[in-house]
């Protein structure tokens, strides 16, 4: 049988549960929650609760569960790979046609090469906004029909610290990102209602290629070596250090979990308390 409505145990603690058009089997012994595309989420305890059983009897199939929710959740969906250039609308088609209607949609264009303003024309200036204004805004605005629809979504932007605190060899990527963080601040608000929530990840330093090429910048602008630019970058962070990709995928994916739900048009910075302010 069928569960079309959404169940909702009250406050934010393991015992939440949220059940979307869920398919339920029962043998007499085992009941399964299968869920191809929709949303399950919340304990075994609170499930098993929720249909009068022990813990021991509920098993959830999901691609949302990895083995916590039900003792035997078990991911039994498959990962599509795909290769394609979101800044032109046939890459984005070809992402929608592998994933049509998504529950979590990140966005995640790398940003333009460093420099100053003398060196951006025309050129430069569209392909920046392109790529990380209006290829989000594009993806943003297909999924969101169905997300609505669906009365769930979450959308998590990354974007850059520039947005909050300028970085002068950023300008290209700092522009377009405050174009989207605009666009955010106002839909984000609209969809709220609807169980959507739209974020903006803002990174500061981290461990990445993106940061090996700035180090290499500037240490060809200040005449110094690579390992001088990176002993002066962690001098100047609180943290003494580079974030690391581990903390940073952690962080994206609260904002993409049921407990982030009232976190609404915000802008996360996660620096190591590199820009100094207090809002």
Known sequence: FRVDNIYRTPGHNHNAIELHAVTVAWDGDMLELHDASQMISGSANALAKLFGLKKEQVRVLSPFVGGGFGGKGLWDHQVVAVAADVTTPEGRDELLAACPAPDILVNNAGGPPPGMWHDWGETEWQGAIRAN?????HLITAVLPGMIERKWGRIVNITSGSVKSPIP???LSGAARCGLTGFVAGTSR???????TINNLLPGQHETARIESLMNNTARNKGISVEEARAQAYEANPAGRFGTTEEFGATCAFLCSAYAGYIVGQ???LDGGAISASF
């Open 169 to 171: 060899e950023l300008g």
């Open 267 to 269: 802008n996360i910075l």
């Open 133 to 137: 204004m209006l290829s989000p805004i």
């Open 190 to 196: 609209q969809v709220a209602r609807h169980g959507v």
